[in-house]
């Protein structure tokens, strides 16, 4: 690594992160001088800490809610495919010159790649957010025939429509349960993209699945703590596979490394190491 051994999360109210834990062990495992922190920035403060970061020690950062598309217009230059998805959670300071990444679409499309035999191919989204943002794209990429997202606020919905102009089979609805549901029965894959269930709030779910699915229905959280959010569990009840945030949380902190230091990347042991130090500290309840 060079002299910039500095690498940490970018966001709003972080404190419940996992990322400085699977970094930290790792670097630790490996015996690397590089160090993992939380950067909790305060939106009136972002753009003066974006002005300091090209001077500073840190080589690159990871970015969270909420300010996967807000830090865009701090940037030098965005990958082709964040240009694309125009969300980013990867920033790389190479000598000053801020890039931005998503690793969040391959983090997903890799987390799906296990579903493969399952032949999906009409999902559900819920949410119009980054994350969501990076599903609409992975799921492009995999040929999708039908990608319906649902959302409570008009505005998303047509800037996620016009940005993604290119996707013919992307349709974007006001949140409407009723819709939401007719349109699950019609699909093979549902995707929560909101943060609704997630630790402290794990009481809540995006939507109530209250009627039996089909076989081989996928339901994918992007939540992953806690583990089996109340919405898995319903989906689960109702004889729905169920997928949560952890795969897509560990492949997209190891595609950020790649991006910061390819050279301090063993795959096999980034994975091991990330599902033991998750597997300690991440509830299973709800
Ligand atoms: N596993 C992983 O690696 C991974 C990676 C990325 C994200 N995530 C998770 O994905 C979730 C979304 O992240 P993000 O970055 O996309 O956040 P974001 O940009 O803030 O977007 C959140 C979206 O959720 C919607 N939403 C929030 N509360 C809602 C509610 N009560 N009912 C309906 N919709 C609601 C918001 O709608 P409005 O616009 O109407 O407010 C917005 O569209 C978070 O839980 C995050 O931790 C996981």
């Not at 801020?98 to 987390?111: E, I, Q």
């Not at 089979?169 to 699950?184: D, P």
């Amino acid at each position: 690594m060079s002299n910039r051994n500095l690498l940490g999360l970018l966001g709003e109210n972080i404190n419940h992160s996992f990322s400085p834990l699977i970094f930290n062990s790792y670097f630790r495992k490996l015996n690397l001088n590089c160090s993992y922190y939380l950067f909790s920035i305060s939106k009136n403060s972002l753009s003066g800490f974006m002005k300091k970061l090209r001077n500073s020690l840190i080589l690159g950062l990871n970015v969270t809610i909420p300010y996967k598309e807000s830090v865009i217009s701090c940037l030098d230059e965005l990958d082709p495919i964040a240009r694309k998805i125009f969300a980013i959670n990867v920033i790389h300071n190479d000598k000053g010159k801020l890039t931005g990444y998503n690793t969040d679409y391959t983090g997903f499309k890799r987390a799906l790649r296990k579903y493969d035999h399952l032949n999906l191919e009409n999902a559900v989204i819920l949410g119009a957010g980054g994350a969501a943002r990076s599903v609409i794209y992975a799921l492009y990429t995999l040929n999708f025939k039908k990608i319906v997202f649902f959302s409570r606020n008009r505005k998303r919905i047509n800037r996620i429509m016009r940005d993604f102009y290119f996707i013919k089979v992307l349709k974007g609805h006001l949140w409407e349960e009723i819709k939401i549901k007719a349109e699950i029965r019609s699909s093979d894959v549902l995707i929560n993209a909101t943060p609704v269930g997630m630790f402290p709030d794990e009481n809540k779910t995006p939507i109530e699945i209250d009627f039996q699915l089909k076989d081989n229905f996928l339901v994918f959280d992007l939540i992953y703590n806690p583990r089996l959010t109340k919405f898995l569990k319903g989906a689960k009840n109702r004889g729905a596979l169920i997928e949560n945030g952890i795969n897509m949380l560990i492949f997209q902190a190891m595609e950020s490394l790649k991006i910061w230091n390819r050279e301090i990347i063993n795959e096999e042991l980034f994975i091991k190491n990330c599902e033991e130090v998750l597997n300690a500290s991440i509830s299973n309840s709800w």
